[in-house]
Structures are given as structure tokens and as C-alpha cells.
């Protein structure tokens, strides 16, 4: 029997080795991703500001696990119904029970322009070229705009105003925060948004609500009420299924499942949990559903194998969604929310510390964690 996990993200990872736990020896592992290596990537904005970060967030997956067979490839397509993967090499990697765990693209809405001329940030290389042009910018003075004011769009407009700060510019740079809706981090409760607020115009940040991207060229922004001169320009503004998935994030039950022999795991679904709540986008998600999925796959696996798969309904694990807080980085501060109770400044910093080593540590990247604590420290 094989099970193929697709994508080796934070569901991915933590899904890959909780079945190296729970499935039985003879059960194949199977782990694809396009990248031999884990990217922690709610870091990711750091390497703007500290390129260093890069190695702390990288973790190779042969040094994480332990059993599964890891292929190095692109996964071009899934058949989900039949249970089978087309790899960008040409193969087709057919699995028992799969778990889809591909994660998410940008989503650029078709908006003229925008994905031609816009920065994402989903990758290192991707902070990396925005460091490049923003240092640029504060060497000759500007205006950088980051569209999409979510908690990646938060994070980037905190690490460009505070590397400016840091640079000591001798010309003017601006920093502008567009967001369609009326307020940054708008999916989040209103005293931790009014939090993120504070913190972005306490670092210079000029924050424009309310103000949908129309179309972008190689120099301007069109926005509803008028246009908006740039020198950088970096699109947070949503996420999209991955190509294998034709750009969908599909709804899956709250057991996780799309299909009796598929699951789809952290962004690359649209999940409900067990009391009809949606499950927002977020890696402590991702990674709490891959722990149910982990359990549900053990159970129909173990079925299975003891001849009782055949007309018996495995009873499957309903996932809830159950986060304890957000936390935020903003340049060199950060905002908690912890139950009701909001935090800012140094607690709040040292907070966001503890989760990234917490994260290293509980996927066996011990080594790391001196690397990023000091990083965190040091911004």
C-alpha cells in the first residue's frame, strides 16, 4: 500500500511525519515536493531585512524525516477521484489514500498588469528581489507599495519601513499599504486590527483602506479614486489554488476529505471544521489539520489492512478549529492577540521568538533554532 503526501509545506511536513509515526512498517511513504528543502514560511518576510534568515528557514527534508521516500519533482496535475499524481518528468506516481498538501499561489484577479509588475513574496528569491529594488529605492528616494494588507502584507510593509529606517535614506521614501477593505488585517477581530495599525503608523507606514488595485504598469498603480506613482511594487493580495489543482482551492468535508481515497490540507482547501466555522488560511491551521488528517489516514489505512475496508465505513475524526491567538511581526515590533487580550512591544516580540523556535523544534530542526532566535532578536 502507498500513501503520497503532495507538497512538503507546514501541512505537509507535519502530516509526512505523523503517518512515519502511525502507519505500519509496510505501509509506503511518499513525499513530493518541487524543492528538496522545508521553508518556514511565515519567516520569509525577514529576508527582506536580514538576508541571513534564509538558512535559519530552509530545512533540507531528508534531515526531518525519517522513512518516507522523497521526490523531487513538480506536480503538474492530481486526479483526485482515481488516485494518481502527473510529476512535471512525465511519470505518474499513483497512491492508495494521497493527501493534497500543495499549498497556494498569489492571486493576481486578472487585474491588468499587476502579476506582470508586481512582487510576490511566497519565496526566498522572491524577498530577496525585493530587498534588491528596495534598496535601490532608498539609495535614490521613492515610493514602495505593497498591495494587500493581510498578515503577509502587514509583515512587508513593517520590514520595507524599518530597513528604511535602518538604511537612513537621504532622500524621501514612502511606504504605502493599500487594502480594498476597510481595515489591515481584515480578517482578524477589530481590537488586533486597531493594534496593527498603530504599529504600521507608528513606523511611517501611510495606510490607504477602502482601495481596490484596478491595473498597474511599469509606473503607476490606477486605483478607484486616482493613480499612484511607484518604484516598487509588492502584490499580498490573496491566494489562489495551485496549477495542479486548475487554480482551486477546493471545499472539503470537515473530516478533511475530498474524495474517499484523497484529503486536501491547509491552504490548498477551503475547509469548514466540525461546527460549520471556515478555517482561515494560516500555517497554525494547516499544520493543527494535518494532525487530524494524520489520525483519519491511520484509521482507514489500518482498516484496510485488516480486510475490513470492504463495505465498512471507517468512522473519520471531524477537524475543529481551535487557535489559541495570531501573532504578527511589524517591522521590529509585534502584535499578539492571546484569547480577548491584545499584546504589543517587547512581550509581544519575544512572543513571535518563542512560536518560530516552538515551530523548529517541533518539526526536529533543532539546529536551527539558536540561528532564527538571534535573527528574531537581532530585528
Given amino acids: 500500500m502507498r500513501v503520497a503526501v503532495l507538497g512538503a509545506g507546514y501541512a505537509g511536513l507535519a502530516l ?41 528557514i530552509t530545512l533540507p527534508l531528508r534531515d526531518v524525516l525519517d522513512r518516507a521516500e522523497i521526490v523531487t519533482e513538480r506536480v503538474e496535475r492530481v486526479d483526485t477521484e482515481a488516485g494518481f499524481a502527473e510529476l ?16 497556494a499561489e498569489t492571486n493576481f484577479y486578472d487585474l491588468s498588469g499587476v502579476e506582470e509588475h508586481a512582487l510576490p513574496l511566497k519565496r526566498v528569491h522572491h524577498a530577496e ?13 521613492g515610493t514602495a507599495v505593497v498591495g494587500g494588507a493581510g498578515l503577509s502584507g502587514v509583515q512587508t510593509a513593517g520590514e520595507l519601513a524599518t530597513l528604511a529606517q535602518e538604511r537612513a535614506a537621504s ?6 499599504l493599500l ?18 495599525h498603530d504599529e504600521l503608523e507608528a513606523r511611517n507606514v501611510e495606510i490607504r483602506t477602502n482601495t481596490p488595485v484596478q491595473r498597474a504598469d511599469a509606473e503607476r498603480i490606477e486605483l478607484t479614486d486616482g493613480t499612484l506613482p511607484y ?18 482551492r477546493p471545499v472539503v468535508r470537515n473530516d478533511l476529505r475530498l474524495t474517499d481515497r484523497t484529503f486536501v490540507v491547509g491552504d490548498a482547501a477551503r475547509a469548514l471544521d466540525a461546527d460549520g466555522q471556515a478555517v482561515p488560511a494560516s500555517a497554525s491551521a494547516a499544520i493543527r489539520e494535518a494532525g487530524t488528517v494524520a489520525q483519519n489516514l491511520e484509521r482507514v489505512v489500518n482498516a484496510e489492512l485488516d480486510g475490513r475496508g470492504t463495505g465498512f465505513e471507517v468512522r473519520m475524526k471531524p477537524y ?3 487557535i489559541p491567538g495570531w501573532i504578527v511581526s511589524v517591522g521590529d515590533g509585534a502584535v ?18 518563542t512560536v518560530g523556535a516552538g515551530y523548529l523544534g517541533s518539526v526536529r530542526a533543532v539546529e536551527k533554532v539558536a540561528e532564527l532566535v538571534e535573527a528574531e532578536l537581532d530585528a
Avoid: N
Fill in 16 to 56: 509526512a511525519q505523523r503517518l512515519e509515526r502511525r502507519l505500519p512498517a509496510p505501509v509506503d511513504i511518499v513525499v513530493v515536493d518541487e524543492s528538496p528543502t522545508h521553508l518556514v514560511q511565515h519567516e520569509v518576510h525577514r529576508v527582506i531585512r536580514r538576508p541571513g534568515v534564509a538558512e535559519a
Fill in 88 to 103: 512535471a518528468d512525465g511519470t505518474e506516481l499513483e497512491y492508495d489514500y494521497g493527501a493534497v498538501c500543495l499549498g
Fill in 129 to 141: 528581489a525585493i530587498r534588491e529594488r528596495f534598496l535601490d529605492v532608498c539609495a535614490s528616494g
Fill in 171 to 176: 532622500e524621501r521614501v514612502d511606504i504605502v
Fill in 179 to 196: 487594502e480594498q477593505f476597510d481595515s489591515v488585517a481584515p480578517s482578524f477581530p477589530e481590537h488586533f486590527q486597531r493594534a496593527v
Fill in 231 to 248: 518604484d516598487l511594487f509588492v502584490w499580498t493580495g490573496g491566494i489562489r489554488g495551485t496549477d495542479a489543482m486548475d487554480g482551486e
Fill in 320 to 322: 475543529r478549529f481551535e
Fill in 336 to 353: 499578539a492577540q492571546v484569547g480577548p487580550k491584545v499584546v504589543t512591544g517587547p512581550a509581544a516580540k519575544a512572543m513571535k521568538t
